[in-house]
């Protein structure tokens, strides 16, 4: 291919760049790379390795620690109190469940292709580069944001924990408007502090999260002790309030379900785990066990959380603001809470910033932004230009602005993201560019997303009653039509060498279904904030990164080390791993 100059070197050339725009989309938009390129030419460009010092029990650590933050204090109480009563613990199930299987489409993409870019990596070799920079720059900007918003709530937290108000710890500025002008540089602090800690090592990380990981799980595993030793069994199927609903389900199986779609974001943070794919030493068997093990353990972690609460107080006279602190009652047990909330905290921002930095990273190997973000430190082998950048520019958010977000940590984005990886893993199975049609497995995937927005749409506003029962589940059995035509008509075009999603294609349908209803469940704001992030993402790409892509593209792609350069395709390498 032709070589060509950078469409930035002068305004005159960039101008050109521009006029070029239309026909530049049309070829890199869609562009797809391989795995083969993924970990070889891609990879190349960030210079140094990253360093493969993680094992299962490291991804377990990270798994743990990303999941249970200081989110699960109050949304437990919030879910008990407004939808599914004692039955929260079958909401937490099913949302265990949920997550379970979102976490069984990226572990199949983690293992086949265990590169630092997550989510990003695996929607860029399915449904192309504008895909992926869509849903990975969303993701990204919700991580700072929300990580933002979790390094304040830290400052609460350790108020609590040592009986000195919030307010104490930050001073106002009188010239800021409001929602601006709460200065915390306790949090400011704490995500500096945590960005020197990732930039200087990832196996370092991992040993402060495993300390930090285990206490808190001893706070947690206090309050469930202290509140099934407590509590009473009546609390169970008897209200406070004899006017009330009574009953396990108090609110019906509707409200088990309404439930489990608030707890499940409670879940999210494993998919930060997949990002350190390319720093584990045996991807083949740590990553499932990662995965999955820290998904299952989280599971019953909050599933003996909601029993103990259930336990201790009636539903209806639960705090849905301080759930466990007003159970609880005493002054020292909701110091104890506030400590194990704060160190949730920590290990949750410790995880995030680690994910985040990893998918900038990649994003950068792409060139749809500047390659500086690409670039791994020789020294500590960690991408220390993206953490650098992400963690000031959190910092910077944290220190002035008061985001609202505590429950929808990296809600919405995250939410598509998992969508979209469901709808990869089984393009992905189905599809092989050259070999196989698309349009079978398009057909598919399009319409039943299709059932899966109608089915949460009548979830959500149909009134109760029997009409609406009859047509959610005429829709349900449409969905589940959809996915045995395909199954029976479309046959796999690819074989997992390692690992695989079981039960394709039911397992990634079911994941597809349930974000879809996840995502129906968030309120407008969410989506307010997704459109914004779209939005700029789309300029972003437009005016910037389809042009570098566009370069790098006409400059050749190549593996460069140690002053060599190699062109080798997939077939003439002598490593399984790489193979497609």
């Not at 849903?135 to 108020?159: C, E, I, K, Q």
């Not at 993206?386 to 609202?404: C, E, Y």
């Not at 005429?474 to 479309?490: E, P």
């Amino acid at each position: 291919m032709e070589s060509h100059g950078s469409s930035f070197s002068s305004p005159r050339t960039y101008l050109r760049a521009l006029a070029e725009t239309p026909a530049r989309l049309a070829r890199r938009a869609v562009s797809v790379s391989t795995s083969y390129e993924e970990m070889s030419a891609v990879r190349a460009r960030s210079g140094s390795d990253m360093e493969k010092s993680l094992g299962w029990l490291d991804l377990v650590g990270f798994g743990v620690g990303g999941m249970v933050g200081a989110g699960v204090f109050v949304t437990t109480g919030r879910a008990s109190r407004l939808y599914a009563g004692p039955s929260v613990v079958l909401s937490y199930a099913i949302a265990g469940l949920c997550a379970l299987l979102s976490a069984f489409c990226y572990t199949e993409f983690a293992v086949d292709m265990p590169v630092a870019g997550g989510a990003f990596s695996y929607l860029r070799v399915t449904f192309g580069e504008f895909a992926a920079f869509l849903t990975g720059a969303n993701l990204v900007m919700d991580y700072v944001m929300s990580n933002a918003a979790v390094a304040r709530g830290f400052t609460a937290y350790l108020g609590t924990a040592i009986g000195v108000p919030a307010a104490k710890w930050r001073f106002t500025v009188a010239g800021l408007p409001n929602g601006f002008n709460e200065i915390d540089v306790v949090a400011v602090l704490v995500v500096l502090a945590i960005t020197l800690i990732i930039c200087y090592s990832t196996r370092e990380s991992s040993v402060v999260n495993m300390v930090l990981t285990a206490l808190h799980i001893i706070f947690i595993l206090f309050v469930i002790v202290v509140g099934l030793c407590k509590g009473d069994w009546n609390n169970f199927t008897e209200p406070g309030d004899p006017t009330h609903p009574s009953g396990f389900f108090p609110y019906g199986v509707s409200g088990v379900f309404n439930g489990a779609s608030m707890v499940y974001l409670s879940y999210i943070g494993y998919d930060a785990v997949s990002t350190m794919a390319e720093e584990v030493r045996n991807p083949v068997k740590d990553i499932p066990i990662g995965v999955s093990g820290s998904v299952l353990i989280v599971t019953v972690l909050y599933c003996l959380m909601a029993a103990s609460m259930s336990k201790l107080i009636p539903y209806d006279m639960i705090d849905p603001e301080a759930p466990f602190s007003a159970a609880f009652g005493g002054k020292w047990e909701s110091r104890v809470i506030g400590v194990g909330a704060a160190l949730g905290i920590l290990t949750s921002l410790l995880v995030a910033m680690l994910g985040q930095a990893r998918y900038m990273c990649v994003i950068g190997r792409s060139s749809v932004v500047p390659a500086w973000f690409a670039r791994v430190h020789p020294k500590t082998s960690t991408p220390v230009n993206s953490s650098a950048f992400l963690g000031i520019l959190t910092a910077a958010i944290s220190l002035f602005t008061d985001l609202n977000v505590l429950l929808n940590l990296v809600s919405i984005g995250t939410l598509f993201v998992f969508y979209m990886v469901a709808n990869a893993v089984i393009f992905r199975r189905y599809v092989v560019v050259g070999r196989t049609k698309p349009w079978p497995t398009i057909s598919f995937l399009c319409p039943f997303s299709l059932t899966a927005i109608m089915f949460s749409v009548i979830w959500q506003i149909a009134p109760q009653g029997r009409a609406k029962a009859l047509m959610l589940c005429v829709t349900a059995v449409i969905a589940a039509s959809i996915v045995q035509i395909f199954h029976c008509m479309v046959k796999q075009a690819r074989k997992p060498e390692f690992w695989g999603v079981p039960l394709m294609p039911w397992m990634p349908s079911v994941s597809i279904f349930l974000n879809i209803f996840l995502l129906g469940s968030l309120d407008r704001p969410s989506y307010v904030r997704f459109g914004y992030f779209s939005g700029f993402a789309v300029l972003v790409y437009v005016f910037y990164g389809v042009h570098a892509s566009f370069d790098a593209q006409g400059n050749g792609s190549f593996t460069q080390k140690n002053g060599e350069i190699h062109i080798e395709s997939a077939e003439e390498s002598n490593d399984p791993g790489l193979k497609v």
